[in-house]
C-alpha cells in the first residue's frame, strides 16, 4: 500500500473549504479521471472513474466527519483499495490549509507500474492545485453538508 500526502493553502475561509468538499458531486470539477460521482446517502457514495483508458465503478464510506475539521472514508466495493482522510486548519479568517493523505493499494500491474513510477502521487498532487483554483475561482461554496458521522 502506498500513501500519498499533499497539501494547499487555499484563499477561502475554512468553513468555506470544507463544506466545498463534501459536495462530493462536484469533485469531477477537479479531480483528473473522476467521471461521475453519486452521492447514496449522507456516508455512501458510488464513484466512476477513467483512468489510463480503464473505467472504474466503486463504493466508498465516510468513516469519520467532523464539520471544519476532518472527512476520512475508506472503500467498500470494488476492485479499488483506498483509504484516507482530508483536514482542514483554519491558518487565518481568510486562509484554510487543506491536507489530503490517502493509502491507496494498486491493482493489476499497470497500476503498481504506475505507482512506482510516481503517477499516483502526481495525480493527487494535481487534484489538490486543482481544488485551490476551483475553490478560489468560486470564492464561495457550491453547497454543504454540516452533519456529524462518528466512527463505528
Excluded: C
Aim: zero cysteines; aromatic letters at 8%.
Amino acid at each position: 500500500m502506498s500513501t500519498v500526502k499533499e497539501a494547499v493553502e487555499v484563499e477561502v475561509p475554512v468553513r468555506t473549504a470544507y463544506n466545498q468538499w463534501t459536495q462530493f458531486e462536484e469533485f469531477p470539477n477537479f479531480m483528473e479521471g473522476v467521471e461521475e460521482i453519486t452521492q447514496l446517502d449522507d456516508r455512501h457514495n458510488h464513484w466512476i472513474t477513467k483512468i489510463g483508458g480503464t473505467r472504474r465503478e466503486f463504493d466508498t464510506e465516510i468513516v469519520d466527519q467532523f464539520p471544519d475539521e476532518r472527512i476520512t472514508w475508506r472503500t467498500t466495493s470494488g476492485d479499488i483499495q483506498q483509504k484516507g482522510t482530508v483536514r482542514f486548519q483554519r491558518v487565518d479568517d481568510t486562509h484554510t490549509r487543506v491536507e489530503l493523505v490517502m493509502d491507496v493499494e494498486p491493482s493489476g500491474v499497470a497500476e503498481k507500474a504506475a505507482d512506482m513510477l510516481g503517477t499516483i502521487d502526481r495525480r493527487v498532487k494535481g487534484d489538490m492545485r486543482r481544488f485551490k483554483d476551483f475553490i478560489e475561482q468560486q470564492g464561495d461554496e457550491s453547497g454543504a453538508w454540516r452533519g456529524r458521522i462518528t466512527p463505528g
